[in-house]
């Protein structure tokens, strides 16, 4: 089945570094990229995604990266604040099932002040 | 906004034991999952439902769990027997579209089940 790698599993930035998270996928088939923020204790929020049918995608300090032929996608938070201090989920939608999006194993990004 | 609710927030119960997990989705979304959590985990797929019926379900959703739309708005997961295992963050979620053309997911704050 499906699989998403991420990496890495903790990242720790000094407040305004920029932060990266990589994740691959093994489906080359799949098109549908989203990134979950989620903090503790709290549910899953959807920050930013990505179809296959595009390279990049920005919003204000967050984009997203895909690479098909290499089969990643990246996540880049610029001018990171303490309140980005989260877990980040990369997911993807395999092809052969829709229906359900495959999680990453989780960033934990810590923002020092 | 609209959001996913659910219900309990949080459940204690013993081995064996039958628990339903309740969910509100969001009135216009057609497509309703369970996923779950496992404390310090990712968070991993249980099952989908669409049109009345289990679009996909993973190899954890066995015999032993269930779903339900029993009205037009709530959503349930059933665990028939429940097992040390079964300890968890329990995640219902929602979405406009769903299959080929797979949309954001709207996650419910969760239904940690605790089994002793």
């Known amino acids: 089945g499906e699989n998403v790698e991420q990496h890495p599993s903790t990242l720790s930035v000094q407040e305004g570094d920029s932060a990266v998270i990589k994740c691959t996928y093994s489906?080359?088939?799949?098109?549908?990229f989203p990134w979950y923020k989620q903090e503790l204790g709290k549910r899953p929020q959807l920050i930013i995604d990505?179809?296959?049918?595009?390279g990049e995608k920005k919003d204000q300090r967050i984009a997203v990266t895909l690479n098909k032929t290499a089969k990643h996608f990246s996540l880049h938070i610029t001018e990171t604040q303490p309140e980005d201090s989260a877990v980040y989920f990369c997911?993807?939608?395999?092809?052969?099932?829709?229906?359900?999006?495959?999680f990453g194993s989780g960033t934990r990004l810590l923002v020092r002040p | 906004e609209p959001e996913v609710t659910q219900t309990p927030s949080h459940q204690v119960t013993q081995m064996g034991q039958e628990v339903i997990l309740r969910c509100v989705p969001i009135?216009?979304?057609?497509?309703f999952y369970w996923y779950r959590q496992i404390l310090g985990q990712k968070v991993e797929f249980l099952v989908s439902?669409?049109?009345?019926?289990?679009?996909?379900k993973s190899e954890i959703f066995d015999d032993q769990f269930s779903v339900e739309r029993p009205d037009g708005s709530n959503f349930t997961l059933k665990i028939r027997s429940t097992k040390l295992e079964d300890s968890a963050m329990y995640f219902c979620?929602?979405?406009?579209?769903?299959?080929?053309?797979?949309?954001?997911?709207?996650f419910g704050e969760g239904s940690r089940l605790t089994v002793l």
């Open positions: 979620a929602s979405s406009i579209s769903g299959g080929g053309n797979t949309g954001e997911l709207f």
């Open positions: 489906d080359s088939a799949s098109n549908y």
């Open positions: 990505i179809r296959s049918n595009v």
């Open positions: 997911a993807d939608a395999p092809m052969d099932s829709s229906y359900k999006l495959i």
């Open positions: 009135s216009n979304h057609l497509y």
């Open positions: 439902f669409y049109n009345n019926e289990i679009s996909e």
